[in-house]
């Protein structure tokens, strides 16, 4: 069985600075897909980026990019010029890319805070 | 392109009793996943249904059933509530056909049970 990990439970960061998330899973498979959800108070999950495991090449939306070490087993998002409307919870999730296509895994989450 | 719609969003209900939440995938979305959400257990998956068959599984009892309509449209249904199934309840729709499927979140149904 897959499991996802966050270690950090929060993080605070200053709007137009930089954050950076850790995520951590553990797997037998080769072949999966990684993402990142963003959970706001309104409690609407929101793909931020998603990363697949067969590429090397790391996944950047705009200001969001991950630092993805297939080896190390690890999927890091950074947060680029932090605005008050990232705050939020974020999770970090793994989807076997053979058949539980409908299947995410889910991390504990970390809450993110931008201060003025 | 409208988005995934959960109703209700809100439900109160006591003990014994049951419960039906609905979800609306994004058109032509094919899979419907279900999850609940609390505090204490996170983010846990409930099922996957898919052309109106259960795909996926999680570990919930069998309390904790589901089914899919020919327009993908789904229903979760919850019989016997207990305190501890007070939860935030998402779905997600999908096309479900293969590899490079990203799962699109509905607002949620909280259910509050007293």
């Known amino acids: 069985a897959q499991t996802v990990t966050q270690s950090q439970p929060e993080m605070s960061v200053q709007e137009a600075e930089t954050v950076t998330l850790s995520c951590t899973y553990d797997?037998?498979?080769?072949?999966?897909?990684l993402f990142w959800y963003k959970q706001p108070p309104s409690r609407q999950m929101i793909l931020v980026i998603r990363?697949?495991?067969?590429?090397?090449q790391n996944a950047t939306e705009n200001r969001f990019s991950v630092n993805f070490q297939k080896a190390a087993k690890s999927f890091s998002l950074k947060i680029s010029d932090s605005q008050l409307g990232d705050a939020a919870m974020y999770f970090c999730?793994?989807?076997?890319?053979?058949?539980?296509?409908?299947?995410?895994?889910f991390g504990a989450g970390t809450q993110v805070v931008v201060t003025p | 392109k409208a988005g995934v719609t959960q109703t209700p969003r809100y439900l109160i209900k006591t003990r014994g009793q049951q419960v039906t939440l609905s979800c609306s995938p994004i058109?032509?979305?094919?899979?419907v996943s279900w999850y609940q959400q609390t505090p204490g257990q996170g983010l846990q998956f409930l099922f996957e249904?898919?052309?109106?068959?259960?795909?996926n599984k999680g570990n919930f009892p069998g309390r904790f059933s589901g089914r899919q309509f020919s327009n993908s449209r789904s229903e979760m249904n919850v019989s016997t509530l207990e305190l501890g199934d007070s939860a935030l309840y998402l779905c997600?729709?999908?096309?479900?056909?293969?590899?490079?499927?990203?799962?699109?979140f509905g607002p949620g149904t909280r259910l509050t049970v007293l």
């Open positions: 249904y898919f052309s109106e068959t259960q795909r």
């Open positions: 990363q697949e495991a067969y590429k090397q």
């Open positions: 797997t037998s498979e080769s072949d999966y897909y």
């Open positions: 997600a729709s999908s096309f479900g056909r293969d590899r490079t499927d990203t799962q699109y």
């Open positions: 999730a793994y989807r076997s890319a053979s058949g539980s296509w409908g299947k995410l895994q």
């Open positions: 058109s032509g979305h094919r899979s």
